[in-house]
């Protein structure tokens, strides 16, 4: 598919461009073939084949999530905080325990802030390599996905559900958005997979090997985010017996694959039991506690609240989630997230079931198992109190496969499919977009939400979106469908990439900035506070490579392991004004805050503070020169 885009193009300009600077067509073509024929050595081969197709969707992610990830700074309060962890993690030389500017952290386990602690150990504290890790794995969904849909569905198949999953606007949004839940995402995905195709087996060591594979991904999911890991591909696997029915489902069960599950289990609990016994170990309860099934955190330790606090009370307690939305806030989320390949859903929908529930049973099992994977994780997450949007990013690899099903049968048959009439609901759409993405800059630039106002990207998504317009309309015109759908797809990767400078500039709270004045300028025995709104700058210990004070009350998601250790940090936690007060007196103290609060500052500051850097959203002050 990737070849076949590639020569459409080269005929593009052979035809066109070239003649326009007065290059010989004739020698151009000479020189296309050869270059077609050196990446193109015995396709017929399968093993080249996915050799092939895997360089190339390497090469494609790789550009499309990294090339200009680094353009944006990190957000608050997540990006900032699971920055920080894992380079306390580096600091403290503490893998167990995570902490969060300097105290305990319960979270979540450890697996994502191990691998961001190893980005940042070898390419130290920046953007890239705190985007590292939540990048990588996104692409590694995207080749998974591959994987599954071409064993299922075919080679075509498989590299369009990897490209639809990598385009979906969502998903690629929370691939550059530093979140435990991509990486959650595709390791419970993976589990989902190679249950799938152990089930598409009837025995034999292929079947035993997708079989542990599905345990390595629970157990690793676990030590991401915790038991969520083992309910959604459980969940999924029941409800496809009940609806697939039991005889069917254990049509190709064989005595042999309990053995195999014996030796999956235990390598899911050399996985996953360790860490566990060594945290429960590092920080038990105290005897004041009231007991483990009891909702009073006081006295605690790790086992009650990882096991109780963030799997029990967070679900099905309002008050400790904090996060309650309207039932259908799932389904809106999916809807929108998936663009811009939600148009192909009803007709991807309704291809995979065409023919009767018992047709579908018969000759695409894969389809209800997909299907009812992402209905269970709607459910799931509908029901529960705590409702953040990026929990359902495992049901986008699930849509990916069902829609890169329908668009082989398109591809086999482009006219059949009315490939003509997406290509044109396409180019509207990109000619809407090649229009307001330029208007929208003065509209942002009046109202003051860029920070750093620069027309460049936003001329550059007119430009990119112009070129693939007209690519579009060249191969349409020239009834070259498939090429006209690569030509969306290029559109569209072009769009999401640049709107990474364009994120960019709008106006946030990073504390980069103040970071680098605060470390030219100051020395490690000087202090660095926020003053009263620690979330909106959770990136600043990340930068400064050190603890903060902080103005005003313990963070509350911080506050279960500051109790644990309030003797230690309560130096640092001035929820006093004596003790703020105390403080500026003592030592030189870099302030960083809101500037709606620097009123308060300056009626709570016994001693002059001089202003060294503002913008639009913060300050940053000193109280000694």
């Known amino acids: 598919m990737f070849l076949y885009f590639l020569q459409a193009i080269l005929n593009f300009y052979a035809q066109y461009v070239f003649k326009m600077l007065a290059f010989s067509c004739e020698d151009f073509s000479i020189l296309r073939n050869f270059i077609f024929l050196l990446m193109t050595p015995n396709l017929r081969s399968s093993k080249k084949t996915w050799l092939l197709d895997v360089l190339l969707l390497l090469i494609y992610l790789c550009t499309l999530y990294y090339a200009l990830g680094f353009a944006r700074p990190l957000a608050n309060p997540d990006e900032g905080r699971y920055s920080e962890i894992p380079r306390e993690m580096l600091e403290y030389s503490d893998m167990v325990s995570p902490r969060l500017n300097g105290s305990l ?32 794995m996104a692409i590694f969904g995207c080749l998974l996905t591959y994987f599954y849909a071409r064993k299922i569905y075919g080679r075509v198949a498989g590299v369009s559900a990897s490209l639809i999953l990598a385009t979906s606007v969502f998903y690629y949004a929370m691939g550059n958005i530093i979140t435990l839940d991509m990486t959650l995402s595709v ?17 034999g060591g292929a079947k035993g090997v997708y079989i542990v594979l599905s345990f390595v991904f629970m157990a690793l999911a676990l030590m991401t985010k915790g038991f969520i ?53 590092a920080t038990p309860a105290l005897p004041t506690s009231e007991g483990f099934f009891s909702s009073n955190p006081t006295g605690q330790g790790w086992a009650w609240y990882y096991l109780v606090n963030e799997h029990f009370l967070r679900f099905t307690d ?10 259908h806030f799932f389904l809106v989320v999916f809807l929108c997230g998936l663009l811009p390949w939600t148009i192909l859903l009803p007709q991807s929908l309704r291809s995979a079931f065409s023919g ?51 668009v082989a049968k398109m591809w086999k048959d482009v006219r059949k499919y009315n490939v003509i009439i997406y290509s044109i609901i ?7 977009l090649a229009v307001g993405v330029p208007l929208s800059f003065n509209i942002l630039k009046a109202n003051g939400t860029l920070e750093r106002p620069c027309f460049f990207p936003f001329a550059a998504v007119s430009v990119g979106i112009i070129f693939a317009l007209i690519l579009i309309m060249f191969f349409t015109k020239k009834k070259n469908l498939k090429a006209a759908m690569f030509a969306i797809l290029f559109g569209w ?19 980069r900035d103040f970071a680098e004045i605060i470390r030219s300028q100051g020395s490690a025995d000087d202090a660095v506070l926020i003053f009263k709104n620690y979330g909106d700058f959770q990136d600043l210990p990340f930068w400064v490579e050190k603890a903060v004070y902080v103005r005003g009350q313990v963070p509350h998601e911080q506050n279960f392991g500051y109790r644990l250790e309030e003797a230690k940090h ?15 007196k003592t030592k030189k103290v870099y302030i960083v805050l809101e500037n709606n609060m620097i009123d308060d500052l300056k009626k709570e500051s016994p001693v002059d503070i001089k202003l060294l850097k503002q913008d639009k959203e913060a300050s940053l002050f000193v109280n000694r020169p």
């Open 187 to 203: 390791l419970i995905v993976g589990a989902v997979y190679m249950l799938g195709l152990a089930y598409s087996k009837s025995a």
């Open 570 to 584: 309560k130096h640092r936690y001035l929820e006093e004004l004596e003790d703020f007060q105390q403080l500026l």
């Open 105 to 136: 952290y319960f979270y979540k386990p450890p697996l994502f802030y191990w691998m961001q602690a190893v980005a940042i150990d070898v390419m130290g504290v920046n953007v890239f390599s705190a985007r590292f890790s939540n990048s990588l």
């Open 426 to 432: 396409f180019a509207v759409l990109g000619l809407v």
């Open 229 to 281: 890991a083992l309910v959604l591909p459980a969940g999924t696997a029941f409800w496809f017996i009940i609806f697939y029915g039991i005889k069917r489902s254990f049509k190709n069960f064989a005595f042999s694959d309990l053995a195999w599950g014996a030796l999956g289990l235990g390598v899911f609990v050399a996985i996953a039991l360790p860490w566990h016994i060594m945290a429960a170990n």
């Open 493 to 511: 990767s072009y769009i999401l990439m640049m709107a990474m400078p364009i994120a960019g500039q709008i106006r946030g709270s990073s504390a």
């Open 318 to 327: 309002a008050s400790t989630a904090m996060r309650e939305q309207p039932w």
């Open 356 to 406: 009767g529930w018992n047709n579908v049973k018969s000759n695409n099992p894969q389809a209800i198992y997909m299907l009812l994977w992402s209905l269970v994780v709607l459910a799931f997450f509908s029901i529960s109190k705590s409702k953040l949007a990026p929990y359902i990013l495992p049901i986008f690899p699930a849509m990916a496969v069902l829609i890169g099903a329908y």
